[in-house]
């Protein structure tokens, strides 16, 4: 499977940004799929991930009610729609995907990932 993460710049606080991960290869493997994201001198950290067929989703306290992940099965493409940006949201984000459907929000569930984007919240 290889992952294809875009969408990231620049924006000011309050600001939205919507990244898109497509999925390509032995796609039919993939029960979760999942953004995290990695601040300068951060360790890497959940974000969102979604189930491939059921829709479900899951998100880290911090971005609840400002970020939604979504997924269009037909283009296999994850989506993460970010809205209400802070400056803390800065980082790069990278997109994964897991043939573990208990993946969710344990990073090392997930099986491959994708090059990552940068994202700049300015204040």
């Known amino acids: 499977v290889q992952l294809q993460a875009s969408g990231g710049g620049l924006v000011q606080a309050g600001g939205s940004l919507r990244l898109s991960c497509a999925a390509s290869?032995?796609?039919?493997?993939?029960?979760?799929m999942g953004w995290f994201r990695q601040a300068p001198r951060k360790e890497r950290e959940f974000v969102a991930a979604?189930?491939?067929?059921?829709?479900?989703?899951y998100y880290a306290d911090s971005v609840k009610g400002r970020f939604t992940i979504s997924r269009d099965n037909a283009k296999n493409t994850v989506y993460l729609q970010m809205n209400s940006l802070k400056p803390e949201d800065t980082a790069v984000y990278y997109c994964?995907?897991?043939?573990?459907?208990?993946?969710?929000?344990?990073?090392?569930?997930?099986?491959?990932w994708g090059q990552g984007t940068q994202v700049t919240v300015s204040s």
């Open positions: 979604i189930s491939w067929s059921g829709g479900s989703t």
């Open positions: 994964a995907a897991s043939r573990d459907a208990r993946a969710l929000g344990v990073m090392s569930l997930y099986d491959y």
């Open positions: 290869g032995r796609t039919f493997s993939i029960y979760s």
